[in-house]
């Protein structure tokens, strides 16, 4: 079972030509609302791999709330630990060029009403595959870390967004998902030692004893376990938009690994997901269901 602890929004999406600099109006060519978060977007990845999912988190009592709940209730996930928040439900607001970049303001909401408490509603135990990311307080995240390892469950951690004061939990978690940038900040406040990224990241793993993976866009993934160095191709794209794609990533990796795959098989098919998720608008519209992941890595070989 894959047990997602975290953030439920309703994306708020413009398209513009370019992203406006700070100050600057851009005229926008488009706008679509869809279910986001990066916890649920997680959790419907991670169903769409074809495991089974919980998904504990929170939702205000108002409009938003259905739109943001309707693709996890569509693909069959287990949505009985969400509970109702008098905050409104989380939003992100979210602008994306035409060259598929994006910024993106984020409104927690109801996401703040997450407690350490609610990890009960996860009903852990060993052998579940537990993610994780930084959109729910972050009491909580270090919570669910500790009742993981105590469960004998396998603890994923998305440290997006970054926030400085997770540094003193991240190494809790069996694996730590950080993009490049936020890998650097982190190895800044960790104060991880090493003249490049994988040198740090092998500092990483050395001290903790647990598993850093490093997203890195088009270029890949890199991994490092305290035994290992792992180095992994993306699939070769033209990027229609990015949102989402570390999320996909990341319910794609949490499945293979609940699937019994090796990290390196793990990692390989959460990089096809990932680079796939970047051909359509949206974060949950475009996660790639299995057949297409197997598909692009057939034709990959």
């Given at each position: 079972m894959i047990i997602v602890v975290g953030s439920i929004n309703l994306d708020l999406i413009a398209n513009v030509d370019r992203l406006p600099e700070p100050g600057e109006t851009v005229r926008g060519s488009g706008f679509a609302t869809a279910p986001g978060g990066k916890g649920a977007n997680q959790a419907l990845a991670a169903a769409r791999a074809g495991a089974p999912v919980r998904m504990v988190g929170a939702v205000g009592k108002d409009g938003f709330a259905a739109e943001a709940l309707a693709l996890l209730k569509a693909g069959n996930v287990?949505?009985?630990?969400?509970?109702?928040s008098f905050a409104s439900t989380g939003t992100a607001l979210i602008l994306v060029g035409a060259d598929?970049?994006?910024?993106?303001?984020?409104?927690?909401?109801?996401n703040d009403s997450?407690?350490?408490?609610?990890?009960?509603?996860?009903?852990?135990?060993?052998?579940?595959?537990v993610l994780l990311q930084h959109e729910i307080?972050?009491?909580?995240?270090?919570?669910?870390?500790?009742?993981?390892?105590?469960?004998?469950?396998?603890?994923?951690?998305?440290?997006?967004?970054?926030r400085a004061e997770a540094a003193g939990f991240v190494g809790k978690a069996d694996y730590a998902v950080a993009n490049e940038t936020e890998f650097d900040l982190y190895g800044e406040a960790l104060a991880l030692s090493g003249r490049d990224r994988p040198a740090r990241m092998r500092d990483y793993a050395k001290k903790t004893g647990r598993a850093i993976v490093v997203t890195l866009g088009g270029d890949g993934v890199l991994a490092a376990t305290p035994d290992d160095f792992l180095t992994v191709?993306?699939?070769?794209?033209?990027?229609?938009?990015?949102?989402?794609?570390?999320?996909?990533?990341?319910?794609?990796?949490g499945a293979s690994l609940s699937s019994g795959l090796s990290l390196q098989e793990a990692l390989t098919r959460a990089a096809a997901a990932g680079s796939l998720a970047c051909l359509k608008p949206g974060a949950q519209p475009a996660i790639p269901p299995a057949k297409?992941?197997?598909?692009?890595?057939?034709g990959a070989r």
């Open positions: 287990d949505l009985s630990g969400i509970g109702q598929g970049e994006n910024v993106i303001a984020v409104v927690p909401g109801a997450v407690v350490p408490g609610d990890v009960a509603k996860a009903y852990l135990k060993k052998g579940d595959v307080p972050l009491q909580t995240v270090e919570a669910t870390l500790d009742a993981a390892r105590a469960a004998g469950a396998v603890s994923v951690l998305n440290t997006a967004p970054f191709p993306a699939l070769k794209i033209t990027p229609v938009d990015t949102v989402g794609a570390g999320d996909t990533f990341c319910g794609y990796f297409d992941v197997d598909a692009a890595l057939a």
